[in-house]
């Protein structure tokens, strides 16, 4: 009896709907499987048929090591089911300390406890590649990140910005920003931030092929906020506004993160009671700022974050003061959600992270790298036995 063998098209499409764990054991099948698993257009048409089921990624520390572990939306509704780690950072062991400094495309950049170390991660093949070091001379209070995909050069890309004042450094006030590219492994300078960050421990949010952070114009007018972009394509920044959020009882903090594709702002309250979030519906207009969560927690907070919407969008998964993950209902008027606070995730604090399964493999860009620094040797071969006719 003849074999039937199915068309390209068709395996696509069935290969393309699958989890990425059987899909790294379907490369070794064919070389014609194992170059259609690693084409881009196919990385992307799988993260877009699976973009629905999420993974959340927990980093945190101990004494001796750095630690990362993930969870599936359901597997949070039963809290007392103990993390499994499933790796540890042996290369932040000294000092021990990771930093999530983003998530694109089943990526997530992290950063040793200074932040003098980059890796990329991707949690589903367990590869990594680590960034060329750049030298840093500040503290790293001063250093901040932004971690995200240029689609038109299909380029992961790392923004690193530094500012410190006089007593740090010998100027009045010393400001860098530099860019890392992935496909090329190396750093360039790019215009520096014309704004003063105000949030050191909050990295760049990546929304709409930006870079984002909470900033003011200058030191003498704290209290107008604003949000910087830094455009990938373009190389540039500019300003957006904030949403017209309540100032009566003060604010202690301004969290920035992405919610279901959509820049979103975490207002913190003084009280330690109260936040609220916003969302902004349509990306670069002010007035689509809406309030989607007015929250009462108790017992009182430092911070909180949210994570992740559900699945079904009816509920947003907050980090409060980086011990504990809850779900909470998004509000129905302008009633505030009272939040009880629950015992802690973890004996340590952590952060939270959510990412799209990808089937990339950081250990092929090595690979990548590794070709064209050859064929620049070939390359640099050739001009100097026909340019000076010697014998190579």
């Known amino acids: 009896m003849a074999s039937i063998v199915l068309p390209s098209e068709i395996i696509t499409e069935i290969l393309s709907r699958l989890p990425v764990k059987p899909l790294l054991r379907f490369k070794s099948v064919s070389k014609s499987w194992y170059f259609l698993i690693k084409s881009p257009n196919f990385i992307k048409l799988h993260q877009t048929l699976i973009s629905d089921n999420p993974r959340i990624i927990i980093a945190h520390n101990t004494l001796s090591s750095a630690d990362t572990a993930t969870l599936t939306f359901s597997e949070l509704d039963h809290p007392l089911k103990p993390l499994n780690k499933e790796d540890t950072l042996n290369y932040f062991a000294e000092p021990p300390g990771i930093n999530l400094l983003g998530h694109v495309n089943g990526v997530v950049s992290i950063s040793n406890a200074t932040k003098s170390c980059v890796y990329l991660y991707n949690p589903s093949t367990r590869t990594s590649h680590c960034v060329r070091k750049s030298h840093v001379m500040y503290p790293d209070d001063y250093v901040v990140f932004g971690f995200g995909y240029d689609e038109l050069c299909d380029d992961f890309k790392l923004l690193r910005i530094i500012q410190c004042r006089e007593s740090y450094c010998h100027v009045k006030f010393y400001n860098e920003a ?49 949000i910087a972009r830094f455009d990938v394509g373009k190389e540039e920044f500019s300003l957006m506004e904030l949403p017209c959020y309540e100032d009566e009882f003060g604010v202690s903090k301004l969290v920035l993160r992405e919610l279901g594709g959509c820049l979103c702002v975490m207002v913190n309250y003084r009280s330690g009671f109260s936040a609220d979030l916003w969302v902004m519906k349509e ?110």
Request: hydrophobic letters at 40%; a neutral charge; proline letters at 3%.
């Open 178 to 226: 530099k860019f890392y590219s992935l496909k090329d492994d190396s750093w360039k300078w790019v215009s520096d931030m014309p704004f003063m960050l105000v949030y050191k421990d909050n990295h760049g949010v990546f929304v709409d092929k930006g870079f984002h952070f909470i900033v003011v114009k200058d030191e003498f007018d704290a209290m107008f906020k604003f």
């Open 283 to 392: 990306y670069g207009k002010n007035e689509s700022w809406v309030r989607v969560l007015s929250l009462e927690v108790w017992p009182r907070f430092s911070e909180v974050r949210p994570v992740s919407y559900s699945n079904d969008r009816k509920r947003v998964l907050l980090l409060i003061d980086n011990c504990e993950l809850q779900w909470c209902d998004l509000k129905v008027g302008d009633e505030r959600v009272k939040v009880v606070r629950s015992c802690a995730l973890l004996d340590e604090p952590f952060d939270a992270g959510v990412y799209v399964e990808s089937v990339v493999s950081l250990d092929d860009w090595k690979s990548d790298f590794r070709g064209k620094q050859n064929k620049k040797k070939d390359d640099l071969g050739d001009f100097l036995s026909v340019g000076f006719k010697l014998k190579l």
